[in-house]
């Protein structure tokens, strides 16, 4: 992986190799994904947590995230050509902190740790005739052990002064950081999202609006997005009343995802700012489904008695359920045992605009024999007016040596989110 030089940079080089977006990022996070943009585009710096998280979540060590280590190949690299007897002085030599903080950065910094340390200094000259008291008093009543242990305790008293000033200068460092990113924002708002998808045509269409941090009156903008295979495609803002740049119906190729960017022009000066990822996925496009079975057993028999279903809309996109079909699938096979229409939640959206139905089960799925080790899943296939298919997985059942044993739709989601038929399932 190629080293980036900022903080945001590594954390989009990491969350590209993980094969995560800005949203699915946010959301292992608990963060927006206008926070990851952010962090990205080196606007702003992550909480300390947010850094451990990621550095779990991406495997590598914080210091790597930060660029204060090497990543894990550029030290084993280093420890083979010492265990090759390599002379160092004659070894590529090593690169450079991947980043390192302005002049006015650094200047800040210093004048901060300055005050800091004298003021440490202060406080510790005034309590320094106490200890040597304190200490004077133990060399005549402690010996031995005693004396020792108080040393160490002085010791590790004045190396925690020591690493209370450090973390407290990193501390000012990260805000002095960020204080400055802040003022080099040429935006203060902006948002992005996915108006709707053309699954023939192999294209999205964007709605994208930004608020300049500063108003000029002959400022124009130009946003652009570039997608996994390198494509680049630009659209012209158009200035609105409430302040915004603002570019609507803009057809973006789907092709895994768009890195989206603005460059704002004003006083014949152009710069550029980097705005959030969004998905070219048309399976991050779908209708939101949720939902289980109630089954009994009886003599090797599995029952059937009720039906949970609910469909949402998607939040941006503009879909319409066209049709579902329930089915159980047995022993991992990609033919149905068992298939058929549900026609009522079809008309159940034409009505509401969404699915929320308790359906009693034997109406529609029979009763299904299950000899010992054998398996049955059952699914719903959701189709909508853009042509897209997808299973949703409403439970499975095994038969364990006599006993049934059932996994509930929630935990089917979460280990096949993908699901399709004749997939491997463990409901071991």
């Known amino acids: 992986m190629e080293h980036a030089k900022t903080l945001g940079g590594r954390i989009q080089a990491f969350r590209k190799a993980a094969g995560l977006s800005q949203e699915a990022l946010g959301e292992q996070l608990g963060v927006s994904r206008q926070a990851v943009s952010r962090w990205e585009s080196d606007a702003a710096v992550p909480e300390l947590e947010k850094l451990i998280a990621m550095s779990r979540l991406f495997g590598v060590t914080v210091g790597v995230l930060l660029g204060v280590e090497p990543p894990a190949e550029d030290r084993s690299t280093s420890g083979q050509n010492a265990a090759e007897g390599k002379d160092p002085d004659t070894a590529p030599e090593a690169e450079a902190p991947v980043h390192e903080l302005t002049d006015r950065e650094l200047a800040a910094v210093e004048a901060i740790a300055e005050k800091y340390l004298a003021a440490q200094q202060a406080r510790s000259s005034r309590k320094w005739p106490l200890v040597l008291l304190a200490a004077g008093m133990a060399l005549l009543l ?12 002085i010791r590790q008293e004045l190396q925690a002064v020591e690493a209370t000033t450090g973390q407290q200068i990193q501390s000012i460092t990260g805000q002095i950081t960020s204080i400055l990113a ?241 997939g491997h399932v463990n409901l071991r």
Request: glycine share 8%.
């Open 142 to 153: 402690l010996a031995g052990s005693a004396l020792w242990n108080q040393l160490q305790q």
């Open 182 to 422: 802040e003022q080099n924002n040429i935006i203060d708002d902006y948002t992005a999202f996915v108006e709707d998808y053309d699954a023939a045509a192999g294209t999205m269409t964007l709605t994208v609006r930004v608020r300049p941090a500063a108003f000029s009156a002959d400022a124009q903008a130009v946003f652009t997005a570039c997608t996994a295979s390198g494509e680049r495609r630009s659209a012209e803002a158009v200035r609105t009343e409430d302040g915004y740049f603002q570019a609507e119906h803009w057809a973006v190729p789907m092709d895994g995802y768009a890195d989206l960017a603005v460059t704002i022009t004003a006083g014949g000066v152009s710069r550029s700012e980097a705005l959030e990822t969004l998905s070219a996925d048309p399976a991050d496009y779908r209708l939101a489904a949720e939902g289980g079975w109630e089954t009994s057993w009886n003599a090797g028999t599995v029952y059937f008695s009720g039906l949970t279903l609910h469909i949402d809309p998607h939040p941006s996109v503009p879909l319409e359920l066209e049709q579902v079909e329930l089915a159980v699938f047995p022993n991992g096979s990609a033919e149905p045992l068992w298939s058929s229409p549900l026609p009522e939640a079809a008309e159940l959206w034409r009505r509401h605009g969404y699915v929320q139905a308790y359906l009693t089960a034997k109406d529609y799925m029979p009763a299904i024999p299950l000899g010992k080790g054998d398996e049955i899943l059952a699914a719903a296939k959701i189709t909508d007016d853009h042509g897209q298919s997808f299973w949703y997985l409403l439970g499975g059942a095994r038969n364990d040596d006599g006993d049934l044993r059932t996994t509930d739709a929630l935990a089917l989601k979460s280990a096949c989110p993908n699901w399709q038929p004749g």
